[in-house]
């Protein structure tokens, strides 16, 4: 496909994506009607409660959705103004790996068990690179060496299982970085290491972004991460976008309720205060409620918030969907 880097088209435009399942009650929306854009080497941290459909969309831009019990029902995946999801599958693996990479939560998963991961990384590179087997290996050496492997030479010959959970994750990382994305997604790419080892990774991950110049799509739960690395955020409730903003704007005045009730949850920011976790859960999409779907579990909830299902506003810079932004004055974090 075409490289094409006009000027003021951004990396990557989703457009009124909706991602369908079938379920006992038909064919279910969980992804419904999302629309946003990448810059180039901008960070965006995309959360939402358990359920809302983070992952989802994030196999939707990588093509990921199919066989019987999936579709795409509508929208378009522009990746430098060409629509992914109208790709044949040979067109669409040259995409993946090689401009857009993405990591997945559980290491094991994604690294097959049978071979070493020196093998592993070779064969991505050499998918989508014109490299000889001896430059390859160099290549995978180098990028093991990168991403804070000790000893690549002889770790090149490791088997996944030899290997700790932060290390894999980092070897998974050197798979995704292999081909230089412009596009790194990563989904919950810590979520299944101890803590310390968390903050080893996600700084690895931001230091090597900035080298290699890609953006980041953050799919998280931890808020706290997204503060410190993201650009800009994205909330999802129950398969729609309900706000986004840039970070130092979402985090000081969040407009929906629902990203107010999720920093007032966020822990470490409030020393000395109780957690409070929204009650209440996402409703299923197939009993959700009149109106606004948040409107059950908002505390600021009017009879019109009942009523009515809010478009998701512009106000230029930012965008957001209660049908109060304008009057309500909602607590955030860092003011
Ligand atoms: N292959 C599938 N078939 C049917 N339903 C699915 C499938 N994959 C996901 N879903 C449903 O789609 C909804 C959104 O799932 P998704 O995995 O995107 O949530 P998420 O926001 O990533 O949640 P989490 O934070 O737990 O990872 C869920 O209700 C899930 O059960
Ligand atoms: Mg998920």
Redesign the pocket.
Known sequence: MSEGRAVGVPLLQVEDLTVE???EHGWLP??DGVSFEIGRQETIGLI??????????A?AILGLIGGP??RVARGRVLLDGQDLLVLEEPELREVRGRRIAMIF?EPMTSIDPAFTIGKQIIEVLRRHLPLSRAQAKQRAIDLLDRVGIPDPHRRFDDYPHQLSGGMRQRVLIAMALSCEPDLLIA??PTTALDVTVQAQVLELLAGLQEELGMAVLL?T?DLAVVAETCDRTIV?YA?EVVESADVTALFPDPRHPYTAAMLANLPGLHPGEPLRPIPGIVP??HALPAGCWYSPRCEHRTDACGATHPQLVDLGTRRVRCLRADELDLPGVGR
């Open positions: 399942f079938v379920t969980v992804v939402g409660e358990s359920g809302c459909g983070k992952s989802v969309t196999m019990s999936g939560q989904d919950e799919v739960h999802m398969g299923p999409r």
